[in-house]
């Protein structure tokens, strides 16, 4: 007599979901950690034009995020050069951390450009 495979496919399923479980979260957090470069590349371009029309990087920096992002970013300024550092948003702050994207953009500043 064969063996019989009534519910076999339902134990199938149910070992298979935490695979697919932890697919759907690893394609989730790349999304995330690409939008978050995204935002940061904006961010570092506002800066850069900022400076370049004689107005505060950093502000205009972090105004171009938006408002869940301002928290998890550092914005720095130098002669004309910005650097956004931006943690995308993750369910353990470590894997944040270890995922945080940068960005920088530079132009030259309006009192190097002699106005």
């Known amino acids: 007599m064969a063996p019989r495979a009534e519910g076999q496919a339902s134990v199938e399923l149910l070992a298979g979901l935490p695979a697919l479980a932890l697919a759907g979260f690893v394609a989730l957090q790349l999304l995330l950690t690409g939008y ?3 935002l940061a590349d904006g961010a570092a371009e506002a800066g850069a034009l900022a400076e370049a029309g004689g107005n505060d990087p950093e502000h205009a ?28 948003p993750a369910p353990l702050p470590a894997l944040a951390e270890r995922l945080e994207v940068s960005s920088e953009a530079w132009a030259r500043a309006a009192r190097e450009a002699g106005r």
């Open 36 to 38: 978050s470069l995204t």
């Open 61 to 88: 920096a972090r105004a171009s995020l938006p408002a869940w992002a301002r928290g998890r970013a550092t914005v720095s300024s130098d002669a004309g050069r910005v650097i956004v550092e931006l943690r995308p």
